[in-house]
T-cell receptor, first 114, second 112 residues
Framework: EAQVTQNPRYLITVTGKKLTVTCSQN?????MSWYRQDPGLGLRQIYY???????DKGDVPEGYKVSRKEKRNFPLILESPSPNQTSLYFC?????????????FGPGTRLTVL | GNSVTQMEGPVTLSEEAFLTINCTYT??????LFWYVQYPGEGLQLLLK?????DKGSNKGFEATYRKETTSFHLEKGSVQVSDSAVYFC???????????FGAGTILRVKS
């Protein structure tokens, strides 16, 4: 079954404690992306990756890092989380960089930073 | 820059009512347009899409037509069911295709 998985699904942490949210896809997609969802704002892109070792900033990259060492994995790293990063996070993957392509989303990670 | 505007919700309907959720966009060039649906506790899944002007996307009884002249992509369904209760997102993808630009989302509640 084609899918995007994320872990953990729920996380409560404290300000400044480094954390990583993992994302994995089994569709051999080249492109992967991270979004955050906030009420009234929809989803906004944090970072994306076009292939292994190739990443670029999205619209709201501040306070986040990513890496793409393997094609299937695209972890999101918060080195020093702050309360304004409390949000619902989604990982997505897609097969090509053309605009007609469908993006496949993971189930989401709800993060609370105290 | 590119942007998407959706009608605010929540929208509350009775079962079998007609649904319209308005979506308009601002973009350079000719983006692809999408409707994604998010059921409670789940991720987003593609509902339908249209990749050029006058295309109609359809799925599960939902339809939307890409109207270039009015820069709109309104979602419609003739008869909603309780199981359609979800959050609906309109989105566009620019020519580079690296990201989706989303509207704020519209909550739909269908009562039996």
């Amino acid at each position: 079954e084609a899918q995007v998985t994320q872990n953990p699904r729920y996380l409560i942490t404290v300000t400044g404690k480094k954390l990583t949210v993992t994302c994995s896809q089994n569709m051999n997609h080249e492109y992967m992306s991270w979004y955050r969802q906030d009420p009234g704002l929809g989803l906004r892109q944090i970072y994306y990756s076009m292939n292994v070792e190739v990443t670029d900033k999205g619209d709201v990259p501040e306070g986040y890092k990513v890496s793409r060492k393997e094609k299937r994995n695209f972890p999101l790293i918060l080195e020093s989380p702050s309360p304004n990063q409390t949000s619902l996070y989604f990982c997505a993957s897609f097969g090509s960089g053309i605009g007609t392509d469908t993006q496949y989303f993971g189930p989401g990670t709800r993060l609370t930073v105290l | 820059g590119n942007s998407v505007t959706q009608m605010e919700g929540p929208v509350t309907l009775s079962e079998e009512a007609f649904l319209t959720i308005n979506c308009t966009y601002t973009a350079t060039g000719y983006p692809s347009l999408f409707w994604y649906v998010q059921y409670p506790g789940e991720g987003l899944q593609l509902l339908l899409k249209a990749t050029k002007a006058d295309d109609k996307g359809s799925n599960k009884g939902f339809e939307a037509t890409y109207r270039k002249e009015t820069t709109s992509f309104h979602l419609e369904k003739g008869s909603v069911q309780v199981s359609d209760s979800a959050v609906y997102f309109c989105a566009l993808s620019d020519l580079r295709g690296n990201k989706l630009v989303f509207g704020a989302g519209t909550i739909l509640r269908v009562k039996s």
